[in-house]
């Protein structure tokens, strides 16, 4: 099994910073591209950031500026540096693969994620 563990998720004010890690296991992580994904309470799941193996990296257009992805492959770790926070970015977030198959991300596995929540 493919295992994806999220973690550094908490509570933080507006304008402020978290790190989230997630270490994958079971695959070849080195091969993969990886991606951060969002989800508030009662919307829909959305990708954020992706990086590639080779680490070129894209996000979405409300995150652009304020995140960046990152992976250490030695480590089987990707990261998302999220900066100047809002509490629109509230959600628990998790990793996964950027493209899934037939662009439907429910076909993929999912691992517990991580809470972020920004006050204002």
């Known amino acids: 099994q493919v295992h994806l563990v999220e973690s550094g998720g908490g509570l933080v004010q507006a304008g402020g910073s978290l790190r989230l890690s997630c270490v994958a296991s079971g695959s070849i992580f080195s091969i993969n591209a990886m991606g951060w994904y969002r989800q508030a309470p009662g919307k829909q799941r959305e990708l954020v950031a992706a990086i590639t193996s080779g680490g070129s990296t894209d996000y979405t257009d409300s995150v652009k500026g304020r995140f960046t992805i990152s992976r250490d492959n030695a480590l089987n770790t990707v990261y998302l540096q999220m900066n100047s926070l809002k509490p629109e970015d509230t959600a628990v977030y998790y990793c996964?693969?950027?493209?899934?198959?037939?662009?439907?991300?429910?076909?993929?596995?999912w691992g517990q994620g991580t809470q972020v929540t920004v006050s204002s």
């Open positions: 996964n693969d950027p493209v899934p198959p037939d662009g439907n991300s429910d076909l993929l596995r």
